[in-house]
């Protein structure tokens, strides 16, 4: 059974536009997370980028994550394990 999911992106009508108010910032940053998100771009993408570039993504989203996300969200939103 699948647990990730992107239906944001099926249905998404709105901007693709950043600075005109936060509901369309909201949803612009929704969009490109999961259009960044979706396996063919990313596998194309990763192995262009450099070690420094990977290890920026990773720890920009890390702290997104521990400054945003209780432990049990994490588990529950993030990981999906439990």
Request: negative net charge.
């Amino acid at each position: 059974m699948k647990k990730d999911t992107h239906n944001f992106i099926q249905s998404y009508q709105g901007l693709g536009a950043f600075g005109m108010d936060r509901e369309t910032d909201e949803q612009t940053i929704m969009f490109y997370l999961q259009k960044f998100s979706e396996d063919t771009f990313m596998q194309t993408l990763v192995p262009r980028l450099s070690d420094a570039e990977l290890e920026k993504i990773y720890h920009c989203i890390h702290e997104f994550l521990k400054q945003h996300i209780s432990e049990d969200e994490y588990h529950e939103l993030f990981l999906k394990d439990r």
